[in-house]
C-alpha cells in the first residue's frame, strides 16, 4: 500500500515538472517532501527511490522545463 501511495505522490510531482505555470521552488519543495516522506515510510528503499524517482524527475526537467527556456529569447 505504501508503495501505491509513492507512486501516486510520485505521480503528482511529474505533473508539476510538466505544467509551466508552477514554479521551479515549489516543485524543489514538493521533491524534498516526497524524499522526506519515503525516508519516513519506506527508508530500506531510499536507493531504489533516488534511481527510479529523482532521475525521472531530473529527465522531465530537463526535457520539459530547461527546453521552455531555451526557447525564450531576450528581445
Same mark, same amino acid.
Not at 25 to 53: H, S
Given at each position: 500500500?505504501?508503495?501505491?501511495?509513492? !507512486?501516486?505522490?510520485?505521480?503528482?510531482? =511529474?505533473?508539476?515538472? +510538466?505544467? /509551466? $505555470? %508552477?514554479?521551479?521552488?515549489?516543485?524543489?519543495? @514538493? !521533491?524534498?517532501?516526497?524524499?522526506?516522506? =519515503?525516508?519516513?515510510? +519506506?527508508? /530500506? $528503499? %531510499?536507493?531504489?527511490?533516488?534511481?527510479?524517482? @529523482?532521475?525521472?524527475?531530473?529527465?522531465?526537467?530537463?526535457?520539459?522545463?530547461?527546453?521552455?527556456?531555451?526557447?525564450?529569447?531576450?528581445?
Amino acid at each position: 500500500m505504501l508503495t501505491l501511495r509513492l !507512486r501516486e505522490k510520485a505521480d503528482l510531482v =511529474c505533473v508539476l515538472i +510538466l505544467c /509551466d $505555470r %508552477i514554479a521551479d521552488r515549489t516543485i524543489t519543495g @514538493e !521533491r524534498k517532501l516526497l524524499r522526506q516522506w =519515503c525516508e519516513k515510510f +519506506l527508508p /530500506d $528503499r %531510499i536507493d531504489l527511490y533516488d534511481m527510479v524517482y @529523482e532521475a525521472r524527475f531530473d529527465r522531465l526537467i530537463a526535457q520539459f522545463r530547461d527546453q521552455k527556456s531555451e526557447t525564450v529569447t531576450p528581445v
